[in-house]
């Protein structure tokens, strides 16, 4: 088992499934706020789009993925703030449309499906050099703006209205919200696959919901557990002779139903600990008049008080209750 991280293509696959890892919950936490959770399965389909256009005019089919990627993610961005298309019919478009023309252009390239297999499921073992120093590069810009700017995209996917308010950019940042997916399921075609890419941005956030409390809490929570079911599917994979993309994406489902039971657990301690303690019941207290000491009736409300030791008392049985 330890002996194939000695090879430089299982070293490679590694340091590519761990930067996937961090940067997919990285853009996937504001997907998720902005309940578009199925963004990265429409802008797979497109990236897929992309690389039938690159197959077909013999381009390289990373940069042909990530300009399909975007275009249609920023026109799909912009329909919706003009209220011209819901998100869900955008979504749609981006499925059906995506994919299909991805599969015909393939088709007139004379090769078929099967030349996008690959890139529908991930390849990690045929990852190469230049592979692995994009995704360091993606990673290092990607993640500086995920979380330097991350109070005003937390703004924007929480209350577009309330930024606007604040003076905030909303239409620019909506879009850099969505180019930041494009350009991330694009860089996860030889990873995870543009079909998976998605679970990857999505579950790992949905875990760390259960168990983190805070958005910035959530969110580290989140590129952590993305990095370690990458790096922890990657290594199964090679152990049960699995599809890695495949399972990283189960790996994660796993960690999810964990987190899940352990955030239930957590509330629980939480609520319990939140309650107040109830109230000592006190002891009887008499007021026995001092010797000579004359009680003063007064009239309180329905009932007469006498006034001991300069306090109002209740006569109760043959003694007197402070009142």
């Known amino acids: 088992m330890f ?86 019919t955008g979504l749609a478009i981006l499925f059906y449309g995506g994919l299909s023309l991805g599969v015909l252009l393939a088709g007139m390239a004379n090769r ?49 209205e309330y930024a606007r308010t604040q003076g905030l950019p909303v239409t620019l940042l909506n879009i850099l919200i969505v180019t930041l ?45 993305g990095a370690v079911v990458a790096i922890g599917g990657t290594l199964a994979s090679a152990a049960w002779d699995t599809p890695s993309g495949a399972t990283i994406v189960v790996l994660a489902v796993a960690v999810f139903v964990v987190s899940a039971v352990l955030g239930r657990l957590l509330v629980t301690r939480r609520s319990l600990a939140a309650e107040p303690d109830l109230p000592t019941l006190q002891p009887h207290t008499l007021a026995e008049p001092e010797p000579n000491e004359a009680a003063t009736a007064v009239l309180h409300g329905d009932h007469v008080d006498f006034l001991l030791h300069g306090h109002r008392h209740y006569p109760h049985e043959d003694h007197f209750d402070e009142h």
């Open 3 to 88: 002996e194939i991280l000695t090879y430089p293509f299982m070293q490679r696959a590694l340091l590519a499934a761990a930067l996937t890892g961090l940067l997919a919950p990285a853009v996937g936490m504001y997907i998720v706020q902005r309940r578009l959770s199925l963004l990265g399965d429409g802008l797979g389909h497109v990236a897929i789009a992309g690389v039938g256009l690159a197959l077909l005019s013999g381009w390289a089919p990373f940069p042909v993925a990530v300009l399909a990627c975007v275009a249609g993610a920023v026109s799909i961005e912009l329909l919706r703030s003009t209220g011209k298309a819901p998100d869900d």
């Open 112 to 160: 078929g499906t099967s030349a996008l297999s690959q890139y529908l499921f991930g390849s990690l073992t045929t990852v190469t050099n230049g592979d692995v120093t994009v995704l360091v590069v993606l990673c290092l810009v990607m993640l500086s703006v995920t979380i330097t700017l991350a109070p005003q995209l937390f703004s924007v996917c929480a209350d577009e």
């Open 181 to 225: 997916a494009a350009i991330t399921v694009s860089a996860s075609m030889r990873t995870v696959g543009v079909l998976l890419v998605s679970a990857l941005m999505v579950v790992p956030v949905a875990a760390a919901s259960n168990v983190a409390v805070g958005f910035r809490a959530t969110l580290v929570a989140a590129i952590g557990i």
